[in-house]
């Protein structure tokens, strides 16, 4: 499907000669559904498979569990996970001090989160908005 695709296009790019001793920490993390990436997971994925330290972090425990199975499965990657959400600090403060804990550095962020919003902008709320808004 197009999720392999786009999965394939980001592997052939990352993937390096020589493996890579880096730690990424990657937000928005989450399977989409047991057999379906997102954007984030794709990218965790293809980063432990090019031999990159991920440390995965979403806001849903079931979707994260997901991804480090797939990773667990698939690659000889190394994975830490962290449930947080990224419109809180605390939880952010957190999940980079234990991505620091965990590989001793933090060579990047990859930084996939967003909401949807599928009414128009007119009918949408000013709690929803914030939401919305909150999570780029």
């Known amino acids: 499907g197009s999720t392999r695709h786009?999965?394939?296009?980001?592997?052939t790019l990352m993937t390096p000669a020589v493996?890579?001793?880096?730690?990424?920490?990657?937000?928005g993390a989450g399977m989409l559904s047991a057999d379906r990436h997102g954007i984030g997971s794709a990218i965790a994925l293809a980063l432990a498979e090019a031999g990159v330290s991920v440390f995965a972090v979403d806001r849903d425990a079931a979707r994260l569990e997901a991804?480090?199975?797939?990773?667990?499965?698939?690659?000889?990657?190394?994975l830490r996970t962290r449930v947080a959400d990224v419109t809180s600090e605390t939880d952010m403060t957190?999940?980079?001090?234990?991505?620091?804990?965990?590989?001793?550095?933090?060579?990047?962020l990859v930084n996939v989160v967003?909401?949807?919003?599928?009414?128009?902008?007119l009918e949408t709320?000013?709690?929803r908005w914030r939401a919305v808004r909150g999570s780029c």
């Open 6 to 11: 786009t999965f394939t296009t980001v592997h």
């Open 114 to 121: 967003g909401m949807t919003q599928p009414t128009g902008l």
């Open 94 to 108: 957190s999940a980079a001090a234990a991505c620091f804990s965990a590989f001793g550095r933090i060579d990047g």
């Open 67 to 78: 991804t480090a199975a797939i990773i667990a499965a698939g690659t000889n990657g190394v």
């Open 19 to 27: 493996p890579l001793e880096k730690a990424v920490l990657v937000t």
């Open 125 to 127: 709320g000013l709690t």
